[in-house]
């Protein structure tokens, strides 16, 4: 990609000490030009998915049952019935689909498993990160300003964080006979680098025990299985249904057909910023190399205007 030349910036300079206002018109009026090119080259995104042609011999049944043929269908009748098929499927996969998949007991043991995870992590990990972070020796120091800088991140992520908590005065003498820092006596900095430890003590063991105790084996063994079950049934039962129901030739066959055209202009919408997005993406290498060579189109006026 070429860049501005030098002679281009110091023309702009000259021109705009001797001949300011024509010379910021000049600009401002390509300028405008530029950018009214950039904003007009992204156009809305319209959902219209691929067509699948169906064989002679689905079509022959479909005119046997008096059904329309998709074959035939214009693309905007295409996509209500895709919609509807699309739509058939989701609401039953999220229903009846996970009833019937097991999936929402496999989500069950899924859930368990992580809750129990984390309270052993945090007696454990929480815990001995807790108990290192109260030292008064050097390894204290260390914790506490690792966990102080961890704390720091999760305050200016804007996470919530645990308001102080005043431990009660049977804690703090036990802690006094182990020769460890009293919580309550604590400055701020020093009770953020306490609270960071324990945070990332639990973190850290639950992260592990994730690996350790088996809970991937429930993703991989069971709820993957379930999704894909429930994702098979509900195509077979829930779109098949729908798209039944959207190639009646009556009053239904449009209703269903309209809900289907309804759930993808929802769709296009949601999606319309991610795709606006993609077009710049993929249009922006070469506007910007149009625009340099605008940009030194003007550069060679200026110099001409200036003399130079």
Do not use: C, W
């Not at 704390?151 to 460890?180: M, Q, S, T, W």
């Not at 850290?204 to 429930?218: A, E, K, M, Q």
């Not at 379930?226 to 098949?240: K, N, P, Q, R, Y």
């Amino acid at each position: 990609m070429r860049v501005l030349s030098i002679s281009f910036l110091s023309a702009v300079a000259i021109i705009m000490s001797q001949h300011d206002v024509n010379a910021f018109s000049v600009l401002k009026t390509h300028h405008s030009v530029v950018t009214n090119k950039i904003t007009s080259s992204s156009s809305a995104l319209n959902v219209n998915l691929p067509r699948l042609d169906l064989p002679d011999v689905v079509s022959e049944k479909l005119e046997e049952y008096d059904l329309k043929n998709p074959n035939e269908m214009d693309a905007e009748e295409y996509n209500g019935y895709s919609g509807a098929a699309i739509g058939g499927t989701l609401l039953f996969f999220l229903i009846p689909g996970a009833i019937l998949s097991g999936i929402f007991g496999a989500f069950g043991t899924l859930v368990t498993s992580l809750a129990f995870n984390f309270a052993i992590s945090a007696l454990l990990g929480g815990g001995l990160l807790i108990y290192a972070s109260l030292r008064t020796d050097e390894i204290g120091q260390t914790v506490r300003s690792n966990g102080n800088n961890l704390y720091e991140a999760i305050k200016g992520a804007g996470l919530p964080v645990v308001p102080r908590l005043a431990v009660p005065g049977v804690v703090d003498e036990k802690l006094e006979e182990f020769n460890l820092m009293s919580i309550n006596d604590m400055e701020e900095e020093e009770y953020d680098g306490y609270s960071g430890a324990a945070v990332g003590g639990t973190l850290l063991f639950f992260v592990l025990s994730i690996f350790i105790s088996g809970t991937l084996d429930t993703v991989t063994d069971e709820i993957l299985p379930s999704i894909v079950t429930d994702l098979l049934v509900s195509a077979l039962i829930g779109g098949g249904a729908a798209i039944y129901l959207s190639l009646r030739k009556d009053e239904l066959g449009e209703t269903v057909t309209g809900y289907g055209t309804k759930l993808l202009k929802a769709a296009d919408e949601v999606f319309e910023p991610v795709g606006e997005l993609s077009a710049k993406t993929d249009t922006g290498s070469a506007d910007v190399d149009r625009i340099v060579a605008e940009a030194d189109e003007i550069a060679e006026e200026v110099r001409k205007t200036a003399g130079i």
